[in-house]
């Protein structure tokens, strides 16, 4: 059994590695997510509009640029890159502190051996805490996105959201679309990450402590892209759900009844399929993004990131 402070070899994992994991997670999240705005305006849009936004991602961008300016592009940026500091520190620093306490509690030989399933466990746990900071912004996001003139600001849209549709309609309509979204998503992006991540370093000749010619840093960016193309996949249908709950699709009756109407005014495979070529290009750089960020802040405050190692080589 692992002692309170060494894992695998690794530690010790004490409030400072799990606060540096948590503000990595948010640094990393802000960045990335504030920087590819301008895609997922656009993505939104066709989603939204398909009439209209239909002849792809670059022919989309265009569009928008020529009917309200340049400026459309950043419509967002504010509780974008708020919204996601607040879900990457919960959401990194969760998966930090779940995965080894969780590798602490069965034993390391037993984590050894069900390292994917605790990618897939704590992800999940992590990402469930962090939607319920994430949601209220993410539905600011979708209104002004949809609807630019909606108001002039995070704050206004806010305001003027509660007191149209009340505190829970307003900023919880999108919680169970967004953990359908999320919690799916986040477990792929940890899990195929983890694994891809595995995969190079061994046919590298390479490991984590003694990383190859392209560093850990490469390792992540590469394993990363390739999390980011099938977590975008797995979780697209419920992201268009969510932008089109977000706007005030479906409506009539509970949640679960507009999801209902959605699906059947959109059919299954366009809510599978609408925007998905913008959203695989956002969330494939910005997955690598992340994950590269992430190692280098935490290199930064002198933290070294927990890697699941099989305990009979150290």
Request: overall charge positive.
């Amino acid at each position: 059994m692992a002692s309170d402070d060494i894992v695998m070899g690794q530690g010790p994992f004490g409030l400072k590695y799990y606060l540096s994991g948590a503000l990595a997670g948010g640094i990393c999240c802000s960045i990335t997510h504030g920087a590819l705005t301008p895609v997922d305006v656009v993505k939104t849009r066709i989603q939204l509009d398909p009439v209209k936004y239909n002849k792809g991602m670059m022919s989309a961008f265009g569009t928008v640029v020529k009917d309200e300016g340049a400026g459309a592009l950043l419509t967002g940026l504010g509780p974008t890159a708020q919204g996601y500091f607040i879900q990457g520190w919960f959401k990194f620093g969760g998966v930090e502190f779940f995965k080894i306490n969780i590798t602490k509690k069965v034993g390391e030989k037993t984590a050894w051996e069900n390292r994917n399933s605790i990618y897939l466990i704590s992800s999940a746990m992590a990402e469930f805490i962090a939607d319920i900071f994430l949601c209220p912004y993410e539905a600011c996001r979708i209104r002004l996105v949809s609807n630019p003139s909606y108001a002039s600001s995070m704050v206004g849209c806010a305001t003027k959201m509660a007191a149209e549709e009340g505190f829970v309609n307003a900023f919880y309509s999108g919680f169970v679309p967004i953990l359908f979204k999320q919690i799916p998503y986040t477990m792929a992006k940890f899990a195929v990450q983890g694994k891809a991540a595995e995969k190079i370093y061994a046919s590298l000749g390479a490991s984590p402590e003694n990383p190859p010619a392209i560093g850990a840093i490469g390792v992540s960016l590469t394993s990363g892209v390739i999390a980011g193309v099938a977590a975008a996949i797995i979780s697209h249908p419920a992201d268009t759900m969510l932008s089109k709950i977000n706007k005030g699709g479906g409506e009539g009756g509970s949640m679960f009844t507009r999801m209902g109407n959605i699906v059947a005014e959109t059919g299954l495979w366009k809510l599978c399929t609408q925007g998905l070529g913008a959203r695989c290009v956002m969330i494939g750089s910005l997955t690598a993004g992340q994950f590269g960020i992430f190692d280098i802040v935490m290199n930064a405050v002198g933290a070294s990131k927990f890697h699941f190692h099989n305990p009979e080589s150290h």
